[in-house]
């Protein structure tokens, strides 16, 4: 990563358009933040769950994320 390129910012509802090489996160509810920080320690399924209001399921291969609701047990 180039310390002089210009910092991007993407805003999304979708952890799977977070291109590997994101370093940081910001995660919000209602206008709150839920979490901020290095993208390893944010982008979790507590952190996700709090987030969306639901329980999720996160898994990440090869630097990209996925995230589902985590299936309902009768």
Known sequence: MDPDSPATVLVSHHV????????HAL?????RVVASGLVDHVVTEANLSATFGMPLVLSRED????????PRHR
């Open 63 to 70: 630097g990209r994320f996925s995230a589902r609701r985590r």
């Open 27 to 31: 995660m919000l509810r209602d206008g």
């Open 16 to 23: 799977e358009e977070i291109p590997p090489g994101f370093t």
